[in-house]
C-alpha cells in the first residue's frame, strides 16, 4: 500500500555526527582487513591487506584529529 502523505526530511547530521559516524566505520573496516589478515596470514593478499589496515588507521587518525577541531570552542581572534 502507497503512503498518501511522505514521511518528513531527517535533520541533516551535524559534522561533529558525521565525523564520529565515519570514525565507527573506519573502526569497523580495520577489524575486518585485521580478520582476514589472520584467517590468511600466508595469503598472496596479505601484503594488499596489511597497505590496507595502515591507511585505514592512518584514516582514523585523521577523522579523530577533526573531530577534536570540530569539538574545541571557537577561540575568539585577536583585533589590531
Same mark, same amino acid.
Given at each position: *500500500?502507497l503512503?498518501?502523505? $511522505? #514521511?518528513? $526530511? %531527517? $535533520?541533516? %547530521? =551535524?559534522?561533529? #555526527?558525521?565525523?564520529?559516524?565515519?570514525? !565507527?566505520?573506519? &573502526?569497523?573496516?580495520?577489524?575486518?582487513? /585485521?580478520?582476514?589478515? &589472520? &584467517?590468511? +596470514?600466508? =595469503?598472496?593478499? =596479505? @601484503? &594488499?591487506?596489511?597497505?590496507?589496515?595502515?591507511? @585505514?588507521?592512518?584514516?582514523? !587518525?585523521?577523522?579523530?584529529?577533526?573531530?577534536?577541531q @570540530?569539538? *574545541?570552542?571557537?577561540? $575568539?581572534? +585577536?583585533? /589590531?
Open positions: *500500500m503512503k498518501i502523505v $511522505p #514521511d518528513p $526530511p %531527517h $535533520p541533516p %547530521h =551535524s559534522l561533529e #555526527d558525521t565525523l564520529v559516524q565515519a570514525t !565507527g566505520y573506519a &573502526l569497523c573496516a580495520q577489524a575486518v582487513a /585485521h580478520q582476514a589478515l &589472520l &584467517l590468511q +596470514p600466508k =595469503s598472496p593478499a =596479505s @601484503v &594488499l591487506i596489511m597497505a590496507a589496515m595502515h591507511e @585505514v588507521e592512518t584514516l582514523r !587518525g585523521l577523522l579523530e584529529s577533526a573531530l577534536i @570540530v569539538q *574545541m570552542p571557537a577561540q $575568539p581572534r +585577536p583585533v /589590531h
